[in-house]
């Protein structure tokens, strides 16, 4: 069934049994509801009043330029296909509520202003969500596969997430993320100036978990406060941040390629370490390290060691030792090779969960050692003893 122009003052409602339905352009003064109960569903530029409520046996696609759904509230169902597609977005520009579902994988984009939505699901495939130029509210997204969600401008809140692996990227300059929960199998990756985790379950108690947090430009965040529970060791390839507040409950973490400007604070089960840019500030920390402006690799595990090549610093005010002679009581600075040979093995280590090519340069590291897990190992390299 093909409805090439259909103008109606009021509500209107469209059920089709056989087949597919493309509904090419359409003006309604009230309410939209279609149904499509014989397959696939084609919308070219459906334009209502009222609310729209789309709802499609097969897959729900894309058929004319963005955006190709204008309503108040939007209800978007594919009971047995994709919503959008990965190279053709369904896009809407919604003016109240969103609800979208899918069956395998879902391609949704906001095409002016906020995305405010009860839930996007989808049983498999990969969910991705864009928003052009507003902000984001979501009280869930779920997807058994990858989750993708981008916004050119706007901060973003979202009640659960639930996903395979997360990668989660705000724009904007001083954009927020806020999630009040997210359960992630695999990898997370963010890009946003702040970023507001408080309560991260790592569902994968066979495989390491991965994390790469930066700024909105892959430079240094604003603020990222991030607490992982995880019963399998956690990976972080990368976190550039001007303060950072990491918690994490497993036994070992390891932070491969660390950028802090400001102060930094890393709670673990054995240990408490303090990242700060000025050395006189006594604490209660295991151990403090100064942030000198140069990335630096942390590892701490439930062998209550910490191996680290940054400089740790003895806040004893009596000490005056380093090698410079100077009173910031710096006593020790490890093995700079070390530092070159985990920044490469992190990043690969990212890139191979998110499928970018990061070239290893072969008198640094072998791509084999990787799965080893001992490419990380010197003896003696940036190891320092810290007492239980």
Do not use: C
């Not at 890139?351 to 970018?356: A, D, N, S, V």
């Amino acid at each position: 069934l093909r409805i090439a122009d259909l103008q109606v003052t009021g509500d209107t409602t469209l059920t089709n049994d056989n087949g597919e339905l493309v509904l090419d352009a359409a003006v309604i003064g009230g309410a939209l509801d279609v149904e499509n109960r014989g397959g696939a569903t084609r919308i070219g530029a459906a334009r209502a009043g009222g609310d729209a409520r789309l709802t499609s046996a097969g897959s729900l696609l894309a058929a004319g330029p963005a955006p190709q759904l204008v309503a108040r509230n939007v209800s978007l169902a594919s009971r047995n296909g994709t919503l959008g597609r990965m190279d053709d977005f369904f896009s809407i520009d919604s003016h109240g509520m969103v609800a979208a579902q899918a069956a395998t994988g879902l391609f949704l984009e906001e095409f002016d202003g906020d995305l405010r939505a009860h839930g996007i699901d989808t049983r498999s495939g990969p969910l991705l969500v864009r928003v052009r130029n507003g902000s984001a509210v979501f009280e869930r997204l779920v997807t058994t596969e990858s989750l993708e969600l981008e916004l050119a401008g706007g901060s973003l809140t979202v009640g659960l997430i639930d996903a395979l692996n997360v990668d989660l990227a705000l724009r904007g300059e001083g954009a927020v993320l806020d999630v009040g929960e997210m359960r992630v199998h695999d990898a997370l990756r963010l890009r946003g100036d702040r970023l507001l985790l408080p309560r991260v379950i790592h569902g994968n108690a066979l495989t390491p978990m991965a994390v790469d947090i930066r700024g909105n430009d892959d430079g240094l965040a604003d603020s990222v406060l991030l607490d992982i529970q995880s019963t399998s060791p956690v990976h972080v390839g990368s976190l550039y941040s001007d303060r950072a507040f990491l918690t994490v409950s497993g036994d070992e973490l390891r932070l491969f390629d660390m950028l802090i400007g400001d102060r930094a604070e890393i709670r673990h089960p054995h240990h408490v370490v303090v990242i700060d840019d000025d050395p006189q500030i006594p604490g209660h920390e295991t151990a403090a390290l100064y942030a000198s402006g140069v990335p630096f690799f942390l590892q701490m595990g439930a062998d209550r060691q910490l191996r680290s090549d940054a400089l740790l610093v003895n806040y004893d005010a009596a000490v005056i030792v380093n090698a410079f002679g100077t009173e910031n009581s710096v006593f020790r600075q490890t093995q700079k090779t070390m530092a070159v040979q985990d920044n490469v093995a992190g990043k690969a280590l990212i890139g191979l969960i998110f499928g970018e090519e990061q070239p290893l340069p072969p008198d640094l590291i072998e791509a084999d050692l990787l799965d080893a897990g001992d490419f990380w190992r010197w003896p003696d390299a940036g190891r320092f003893s810290i007492g239980p």
